[in-house]
């Protein structure tokens, strides 16, 4: 048994967060929160001058393109041909993806992510390694696969049978995995797929119970492409739909330019939002409107989307996510932790520091941005506009210290 000792901020609610001094963490739960120093604390460890906030959830990240920030386009499709397909055709040589799996998941760790909705390559061998290394690294992910068969170069393409065959030999091993890891079906995005890939990459992932991401209306180009390719459909959410991959275990990105009938879709699927404002800004994609989203009571969290995305840290995310729609640091905070943990409908063991939840969470030094006694609202104001790697401390994951490595 532990205790922590610290400013201990948990974010259940978006407009008034719960601060605590001690916090019991027994078996990698948590077991008891209190104000006053409790009366049975096992070993103390003093963070007196920081804050304890729950675990980072980054909900769309690319770990193939960790090597491509920063590497500007203002089209989405041109960017992909000419800096990512190159970048990830790289993950077919598996010494390579070992050595930018261990690089990726040690970064996040260090930037205080404790979970992470990724997507791999299309390389079975390289997401394979991703797994082992985010089992390696402690951390917690949902990880899967990435399915293309058109619009891309020839060796990253796939077929319906062969996607089946892989997702199914790599999910066995690894949904579940120690509860903390978790299979994603990955279909990219309907530019590069097939009805019939979709169709069956849905009907694994409904067989299999397993949570399916991809990337929906980012940009006007984009949304063009689909609704050529798709001759019939409606919108951009409607070819989704009729291949059956929308559903409470899925995660969309961007989902910037939709009507409320493709909202109304994703709120009555249950289908989940990955808001990814710095590469939304990165891109020139355009601005998500919070709110609309709100209004059908659809889920968002928030994803660095590296390497649209140039920022690992999702301080630095959330600072583009305010600058997007304005909106105050307990509800930021809200949403990058709580948000993120319900995306993935994991908010029953993660995204709050409660008793009976596993115990993530990030230890933050304040300074030099502001001091660990002034008003809670301005030190997280502070963190949310100007935060990052520096004022991470510490970073764990049920109970045990990541970084630095205990
Ligand atoms: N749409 C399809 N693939 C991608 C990708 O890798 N990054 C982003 N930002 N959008 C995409
Ligand atoms: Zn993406």
């Not at 909202?263 to 990165?282: D, W, Y």
């Not at 304005?326 to 995204?351: N, S």
Request: include cysteine.
């Amino acid at each position: 048994m532990r205790t922590y000792h610290g400013r201990i901020v948990s974010f259940e609610d978006p407009t008034s967060p719960r601060e605590y001094g001690y916090m019991t963490v027994e078996d990698g739960r948590i077991t008891s929160l209190s104000k006053e120093r409790p009366s049975i604390m096992g070993e103390l460890v003093d963070y007196s001058d920081r804050l304890i906030l729950p675990g980072f959830v980054d909900t769309h990240v690319h770990l193939p393109q960790f090597y491509s920030r920063g590497m500007i386009s203002t089209s989405l499709l041109d960017w992909l041909e000419k800096f990512i397909f190159p970048a990830e055709m790289k993950f077919s040589d598996p010494g390579f993806a070992r050595k930018a799996s261990r690089e990726f998941f040690s970064t996040l760790i260090r930037n205080g992510t404790t979970t992470a909705m990724v997507y791999s390559s299309s390389h079975r061998e390289a997401t394979e390694i991703a797994f082992e290394e985010a089992m390696r690294s402690g951390m917690r992910a949902v990880i899967g696969q990435v399915l293309m068969d058109r619009n891309g170069p020839e060796e990253l393409l796939t077929t319906p049978k062969r996607a089946k065959e892989e997702i199914a030999a790599v999910a066995s091993r690894w949904h579940g995995f120690d509860g903390r890891l978790f299979y994603a079906v990955t279909p990219r995005f309907a530019v590069s797929c097939s009805m019939p890939l979709m169709k069956t990459a849905a009907r694994v992932a409904e067989e299999m119970g397993l949570y399916v991401q991809t990337h929906l209306s980012e940009q006007a180009e984009e949304i063009k492409e689909v609704l050529r390719l798709f001759p019939g459909v409606s919108s951009y959410t409607e070819v989704y739909l009729k291949a059956g991959l929308l559903g409470r275990k899925t995660v969309v990105a961007h989902a910037i330019h939709l009507s409320d009938t493709e909202r109304r879709i994703l709120a009555e699927t249950g289908t989940k939002v990955a808001h990814c404002p710095s590469s939304n800004f990165f891109l020139h994609s355009g601005t998500m409107s919070l709110p609309s989203h709100e209004r059908f009571g659809i889920v968002v969290g928030l994803g660095s989307d590296v390497a649209a995305g140039p920022f690992v840290s999702m301080l630095e995310v959330m600072r583009d996510a305010y600058y997007a729609n304005p909106m105050d640091p307990f509800k930021a905070f809200h949403l990058l932790t709580m948000g993120g943990a319900r995306v993935l409908g994991l908010d029953g063991r993660i995204g709050s520091l409660e008793a009976g939840k596993e115990a993530d969470f990030v230890v933050v030094n304040p300074e030099p941005l502001a001091s660990p006694d002034d008003d809670l609202w301005i030190i997280l104001s502070k963190l949310m506009i100007l935060g990052d790697e520096r004022n991470v401390t510490a970073t764990y994951v049920r109970g045990k210290r990541l970084w630095p490595a205990e």
